[in-house]
């Protein structure tokens, strides 16, 4: 589900890389916004199913799935490589806002 996030700074902003570009994930209030390439993925609090660690790579990124519903109801996955410290902070984060 989307929310109005223009007019309001982020109480967290984290870099994730997806696929071969960086983008971010943005904490706010009402949810969390995440920034990819082409993308802006608005999704309130309480859409957020899960964010899991699935998986570790070189240089302290981790794999990282975030698993949400969409608008229609619609259970969505995205992938992105974190440092595990900002998955770590983001996942306190959503359990703060959830």
Known sequence: MMFDHTDKKPSHQYPAQFNDYWGSIKVYDEGI???TKTNQISI???YVDSL???GEVI???I???IS???MFG???KLEALMRESDF???RADLNKIG
């Open 44 to 46: 309130r609090n309480g």
């Open 52 to 54: 899991r660690k699935s």
């Open 74 to 76: 619609n259970k969505q």
């Open 63 to 65: 794999n990282v799935e």
């Open 88 to 90: 770590a902070a983001l």
């Open 33 to 35: 916004v995440i920034f």
């Open 68 to 70: 949400y519903y969409d």
């Open 59 to 61: 240089l302290g990124k």
